[in-house]
């Protein structure tokens, strides 16, 4: 159930061949397949499949024992080649080959928006629309109303202006396509003014340079990395400019002796140049979320608010929705962004608007978000909640780990992820797994780690400083039991 090596790897036949190895006759492939235990196997892979797999199981079963016979290896009595034991290798076989290879996960990393165990995860309103829109026609670009062709853009539009006070909105497959469709509508051939503090790579080779020459805008770099003075910008701006554009520095934080110009000073300047400001957000907040007792991160709203003309933000970062990225700003830009043919290329699906409807919805009610949202759920979860797991989870891991192993339940610090927020930690509580000091196996923490991500719901946790850390806080309540039920798999 645990430790499963590729289906036609030869570590596979060779354990089977040991199995098998006390005959050297194999039972035929349609006596296989007609026995009476093979009906399930076959209801669930079908004939074809189940067919295919006996004949590979048989014929590698038949070269490793050749094998071994002409190496003079005597052939094991206790090996079984008898129809029930042939069908056992059989359904493990089929078992594996039709597991997807995307699977769920335990993130017990500590950071709760995680890019590569895919960042949000969304509240069960938004689960359930993405499961009716798979079942069912949507109007998803047809008016209701009206009975003629509608937009999809349409369906968020009014919702989006609502909570960020701009007045047009569209949406794309990801905050990457929107800043790349912003800037190649607006910008192609001309010049746009960024910081070079604000030159910023997100990871997954992101880069504001390699974005702007791929969107054939032409990357006018002002001031130095740590100071950009207004003046910079000013001097800049000519004929030549399309756009003024301020990046979020999502993953990393200027220090010391910096300067940077903040938006309510920039924005007099692109107004009196008539040359529009775009900012890139990145994750984009669409509350302030001092409110719940976290660091305050800008909202879209201030953004506008601060005479951006354009701002451009992920749907699956802070936001806490499925992947996507929203422009929202002036209707005349906005306008101009939809009629590119990129847009088309780069448009989301049903399943996206089906899940980001109902999570903008959520936000109409601000004071009950920390329980709806699943992603501000988890940030606002006490450090008491994962005290008190830490404390039930302990003794049953520390049992199936054995002496070679020290479990302890410590406080630690999670971090929000995805570049929102990126020096800001939140108190946390979790496991801490550290090899024990008698018997120190070399290497015995990256065995753990192997050994956890080979359970049957993987569990991802972090290594650093001689230890396994497993940070509890995107354990909720539901997925507790799950956790606990398979340590027992731990134990070997
Ligand atoms: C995350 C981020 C992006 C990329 O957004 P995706 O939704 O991952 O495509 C772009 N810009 C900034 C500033 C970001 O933080």
Redesign the pocket.
């Known amino acids: 159930m645990s430790a499963k090596p590729e289906t036609t790897s030869p570590a596979r036949a060779e354990a089977h061949a040991s199995m098998a190895a006390g005959a050297i006759h194999l039972p035929a492939v349609h006596l296989i397949l007609s026995d009476a235990a093979c009906a399930p196997l076959i209801a669930e892979y079908g004939r074809v499949q189940t067919l295919e797999a006996a004949r590979v199981l048989l014929a590698e079963l038949r070269s490793v024992m050749l094998a071994r016979r002409r190496d003079g290896v005597p052939v094991a009595a206790t090996g079984d080649t008898g129809i029930p034991a042939l069908l056992a290798m059989l359904s493990e076989r089929l078992r594996d080959a039709n597991r997807s290879p995307l699977r769920p996960v335990f993130n017990l990393t500590g950071t709760v928006l995680h890019?590569n165990l895919g960042r949000a995860l969304l509240p069960d309103s938004a689960v359930q629309a993405v499961a009716e829109a798979l079942r069912w026609p949507m109007n998803l670009e047809w008016d209701i109303d009206t009975g003629k062709r509608g937009d999809r853009d349409n369906l968020i539009e009014d919702l989006l202006l609502e909570l960020t006070g701009a007045e047009a909105a569209t949406i794309v497959n990801?905050?990457?396509?929107?800043?790349l469709l912003m800037l190649n509508t607006l910008a192609q051939g001309k010049e746009v003014i960024v910081s070079r503090g604000e030159l910023?790579e997100?990871g997954?080779a992101?880069r504001i340079p390699d974005i702007m020459t791929r969107a054939g805008a032409v990357l006018r770099e002002v001031g130095s990395t740590n100071r950009t003075h207004l003046k910079d910008y000013a001097e800049a701006a000519g004929p030549q400019t399309a756009l003024m554009m301020k990046?979020?520095c999502?993953?990393y934080a200027i220090t010391g002796f910096t300067k940077s110009v903040e938006l309510p000073e920039l924005a007099p300047l692109s107004k009196q140049h008539h040359i529009p400001l775009t900012v890139?957000?990145?994750?984009g907040t669409l509350v302030d979320l001092e409110q719940y007792g976290l660091p305050h991160e800008t909202t879209v709203r201030e953004t506008i608010e601060g005479g951006a003309d354009l701002v451009?933000f992920?749907?699956?970062?802070l936001l806490g929705g499925p992947?996507c990225?929203i422009i929202v700003g002036r209707a005349d830009l906005i306008a101009q962004i939809k009629k590119n043919p990129l847009k088309r290329a780069l448009r989301v699906g049903k399943l996206t608007l089906a899940a980001l409807e109902p999570v903008l919805a959520l936000y109409r009610a601000p004071d009950l978000l920390p329980e709806r949202l699943t992603t501000l759920k988890l940030l606002t979860r006490p450090a008491a909640a994962m005290r008190e797991l830490a404390q039930a989870l302990l003794p049953p891991l520390q049992a199936a780990l054995g002496a070679g192993y020290e479990v302890g339940a410590e406080p630690m610090m999670s971090q929000i992820g995805?570049?929102a927020l990126p020096v800001d930690q939140l108190p946390s509580h979790g496991l801490v797994i550290r090899a024990a000091a008698t018997g120190r196996v070399s290497n015995a923490l990256g065995l753990l780690e192997q050994r956890l991500r080979a359970l049957p719901l993987p569990v991802i946790g972090r290594v650093a400083q001689d230890a396994l850390w497993l940070d509890l806080r995107c354990l909720d309540d539901h997925q507790r039991q799950r956790f606990a039920d398979q340590l027992a798999l731990l134990a070997v």
């Not at 990801?174 to 800043?179: E, H, I, L, R």
């Not at 890139?280 to 994750?283: F, P, Q, R």
């Not at 992920?314 to 970062?317: E, L």
């Open positions: 890019t990801n905050n990457a396509a929107a800043v910023v997100i997954g992101f990046v979020h999502s993953n890139d957000l990145g994750s451009t992920s749907g699956d970062k992947q990225g995805s570049g």
